[in-house]
């Protein structure tokens, strides 16, 4: 809806004062208030407030009636009532014009002032003209019946004056009493009357909450089936609760056995077609030997579509009941005192995490810091080539090794280049009951090391390179670079490249042949 503060502001046009009444006055109005009508006068908008107890919450949407009076003015006139707090006057018919008028930016409202008309005749005037408007929704008109019932007015003199059904009637007053969440779930179209009905049909039970909460949703008629059921089986266990209730037992609205009792018994959904022993899903007959023994020291509660009745510990109950609760009660102390250990534990290894990331980071940029200029701006020293070269050598046959033995390959590719014969560990380890994967490992780095840093070098690359290269002959047709290379190298530690090599290298697969 537009209000005034959300228009510019602009100069008010006044209405020119009037001798007689506007045309418009009409038949439905003077039937409306039964007496004929009065004198007219122009009252300032500003004179003129809106009813506190008119039904109607909401105006709805001015534009068109505002466009409207814009264009031919107000044609029927506002009936008002002098303002108790003596502040001007207080509207009865004409909400929707008056509020029309303002957007309309008028400064004036013809209007007719009864000096006589009750608070009572006020509200009745009020819920009549609302009623004639179809888009009353049944809460405002609920919310007007019970004001005329707040002042006195009985409900068959409502429905005598309304027009309506005295049922009708009475069916609003129960929806004016309904909590809010209910009354605006059936004002906001979300409920029908239909709905609020049948939840005020259980006013009073233990479901009446759950189905108000559920008025308005995709869960009301899911809500409804389970309360009907539980009524249902209410009704099939009420000859046992009153006889339960008659003996003085307690009624629970929880399920549990209360401190000091035991489960006596329990039916299933259906008492019928259980069985004669035992604690749960009984007959009909096993529960009346049951309750021939309930006394004021029992209890009963009707849940999950049984009844379940609960009777005292016996002697041996309950020292065996303390028995439990004294093991429960070490138990749990065990529990939370492993919990606080395992919290402890965890406080100290985010704090050593905390600890070693901090050392990690900070390294890591010291480290940078110091190789960085090492690397651009400083000739390695003869010690210094070595060290790097045998890191080199040795992180690279190990990486090749562990490659090796991880994806299964029992490490047979490094094992042949260092000259380690697997077959001959594995036998000697199987002798010496010893792991296997241990000894040929060991082996292997034993083997490594002793060799000098650049033949480990050597050994390294060439364990890399054959594994990939070897004799697949896809790497000379497509003249792999990386052949190549190595071919470069080769030569150049003294390997003898033949005529038929030089060829291939050179991708000529026809001479090749030839």
Not at 361 to 367: D, G, K, L, M, V
Not at 421 to 448: C, I, K, P, S, T
Request: charged share 25%; proline share 5%.
């Amino acid at each position: 809806m537009t209000t005034t503060k959300d228009k510019p502001t602009r100069a008010r046009r006044a209405v020119p004062a009037v001798d007689a009444a506007p045309s418009g006055t009409g038949a439905g109005l003077d039937a409306l208030t039964r007496q004929p009508a009065t004198d007219f006068v122009m009252l300032a908008l500003d004179e003129v407030h809106p009813h506190p107890a008119n039904p109607r919450r909401d105006v709805g949407d001015l534009t068109e009636l505002a466009d409207s009076i814009r264009a031919h003015g107000i044609r029927q006139n506002l009936l008002v009532v002098p303002n108790p707090d003596g502040d001007g006057y207080r509207l009865v018919i004409g909400h929707r014009r008056a509020a029309a008028a303002r957007e309309a930016d008028l400064t004036h409202v013809p209007a007719a002032i009864d000096q006589d008309l009750d608070e009572a005749g006020q509200r009745e005037l009020m819920l009549l003209e609302n009623i004639q408007r179809t888009d009353l929704t049944p809460v405002e008109e609920a919310d007007g019946y019970q004001g005329l019932l707040d002042l006195g007015v009985k409900p068959e003199q409502i429905a005598e004056r309304t027009g309506r059904s005295v049922t009708t009637v009475r069916t609003r007053l129960r929806l004016a009493a309904m909590p809010e969440p209910a009354r605006a779930a059936v004002h906001e179209h979300r409920a029908t009357l239909e709905d609020a009905a049948t939840a005020e049909e259980f006013a009073g039970e233990p479901e009446h909450d759950a189905i108000l909460a559920a008025l308005g949703t995709p869960d009301f008629a899911y809500t409804v089936r389970n309360a009907r059921q539980a009524q249902e089986l209410r009704q099939v266990f009420a000859p046992y609760t009153e006889r339960l209730l008659a003996a003085g037992a307690t009624e629970r609205t929880q399920y549990g056995a209360p401190e000091g009792t035991v489960r006596a018994c329990e039916t299933s959904r259906m008492l019928h077609g259980g069985n004669d022993t035992g604690d749960w899903g009984v007959s009909v007959k096993r529960l009346e030997e049951v309750l021939a023994d309930a006394t004021s020291g029992w209890a009963f509660c009707q849940s999950y579509g049984s009844l379940t009745v609960y009777r005292p510990h016996t002697l041996e109950e309950a020292e065996r009941a303390a028995g439990a609760e004294a093991r429960q009660a070490e138990r749990e102390a065990q529990w939370e005192a492993e919990r606080a250990a395992r919290a402890e534990a965890q406080r100290r290894e985010a704090e050593q995490r905390a600890a070693v990331e901090e050392v990690a980071t900070t390294s890591a940029a010291t480290r940078r810091d110091f190789l960085l200029p090492l690397i651009h701006d400083r000739k390695l020293t003869a010690a210094h080539t070595t060290a790097v070269v045998d890191f080199v050598a040795t992180d690279l046959i190990t990486n090749l090794w562990l490659d090796d033995w991880w994806y299964g390959q029992d490490g047979d590719d490094v094992a042949t280049w260092l000259r380690v014969d697997a077959d001959a560990v594995n036998a000697q380890a199987e002798d010496d009951e010893l792991d296997a994967g241990d000894a040929l490992d060991q082996a292997v780095r034993a083997a490594a090391a002793e060799l000098p840093t650049a033949n480990r070098l050597l050994a390294a690359i060439a364990c890399a390179v054959e594994a990939e290269l070897g004799a697949a002959p896809h790497h000379w047709i497509r003249r792999d670079r990386r052949l190549t290379t190595w071919y470069a190298l080769l030569e150049r530690l003294g390997y003898p490249v033949s005529t038929p090599e030089r060829t291939a290298l050179a991708g000529d697969p026809g001479a090749v042949a030839a």
